[in-house]
């Protein structure tokens, strides 16, 4: 932590492998013990790391933030036609608490059918290039998301619940725009939280605004951009799946300046309809349980319920036990 207000988060570097290399190669074993064990410590410690990665080249970072430039300039008609099935996914702007901050979210976006519907909605002539750049740059990260989710279930000897909990898992790419503040304007630009669902992977281009808090801390730390890494962090679904084993830290976005800021985040989230609950072997006397079994639906809807404060740990205060 550097007394300029940043922290330093551990830096990993993912870039050695490769999802579809063989798992049993000398090398591959050799790089996927050590990067397991740097994730496992920063999970404990931070709830998060900053990862490099292979396969997003700048170029393709770059062509991905030209694209969601183009998209929110265009007219608020065509951007509210992004609506999602689940009920936080769509298009969300002009929010009262929230006046700086537009998202749009394409769900799947691993699968290349899913980002084309968006973009032909988005672009009804078609939009092949942002459409590929969107759809390659979405299966890297995910490819990254089922990296570090195997590599956390192998560090609590859990490979055997590994293939259902994949099955569990449901993917939204989300494309946000905070518009710089005006004069005496507020400066947030997304409130103080903890991820609701498994993992996040984020990547903030040209501006910062990221912060986060240690655990049980008070201090905002700001998150330095850095154009090629990603900050992945766990979320508090993870966490009940392990019945506490990690942490999943408190986030915001500030923004200074007068620039507008684009960031973007592929969550892996629960799929609702499912009981989500923690795995057996990680709850015995030693670790009682911390959170009841829930469906990701109904708690979504406890989220929207009209006039709830909004919460920072809200899986915590839906289903937590407290002893
Ligand atoms: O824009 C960012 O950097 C963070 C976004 C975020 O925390 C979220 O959408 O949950
Ligand atoms: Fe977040």
């Not at 009920?87 to 699968?111: A, C, K, Q, R, W």
């Not at 290349?112 to 939009?127: D, I, K, R």
């Not at 490979?159 to 400066?187: G, S, W």
């Not at 240690?214 to 998150?223: G, N, R």
């Amino acid at each position: 932590m550097g007394s300029d207000g940043y922290i330093q988060l551990p830096v990993i570097d993912f870039s050695m492998l490769n999802y579809n290399q063989n798992p049993e190669a000398t090398n591959h074993l050799l790089h996927w013990d050590s990067i397991k064990t740097q994730v496992l410590e920063s999970l404990q410690k931070y709830g998060c790391f900053q990862a490099s990665i292979d396969g997003v080249p700048p170029e393709l970072n770059e062509a991905v933030y030209g694209a969601i430039k183009q998209l929110y300039e265009l007219p608020l008609e065509v951007k509210s036609k992004n609506v999602s099935t689940t009920m936080f996914n769509g298009y969300i702007g002009n929010s009262t608490p929230l006046p700086l901050y537009e998202s749009m979210g394409i769900d799947e976006p691993y699968v290349h059918q899913q980002v084309e519907n968006f973009t032909n909605l988005m672009w009804p002539q078609g939009n092949p290039q942002v459409c590929n750049d969107i759809h390659i740059y979405s299966k890297k990260l995910r490819e990254v998301e089922l990296m570090v989710k195997k590599m956390v279930f192998e560090i609590f000897d859990l490979e055997k619940h590994l293939n259902e909990h994949i099955e569990l898992t449901t993917y939204v790419l989300k494309l946000m725009k905070y518009r710089a503040p005006k004069p005496n304007e507020t400066y947030l630009g997304l409130h103080p939280h903890a991820d609701a669902g498994i993992m996040t992977i984020l990547h903030q281009n040209e501006v910062e605004g990221l912060e986060i808090q240690m655990k049980d801390e008070e201090e905002w730390l700001k998150v330095k951009l850095s154009p090629n890494l990603f900050t992945i962090m766990a979320g508090e679904t993870l966490n009940v799946w392990l019945n506490g084993r990690l942490h999943a830290p408190l986030h915001r976005v500030m923004l200074k300046g007068n620039t507008d800021r684009f960031s973007l985040a592929l969550f892996a989230l629960p799929k609702i309809g499912y009981t989500l609950k923690a795995v057996e072997e990680m709850v015995d006397e030693e670790h009682p349980l911390l959170f009841k079994p829930f469906d990701y639906g109904e708690f979504v809807k406890f989220l929207f319920t009209v006039g709830r404060p909004i919460d920072k740990f809200a899986v915590k205060s839906y289903c937590g036990i407290s002893y």
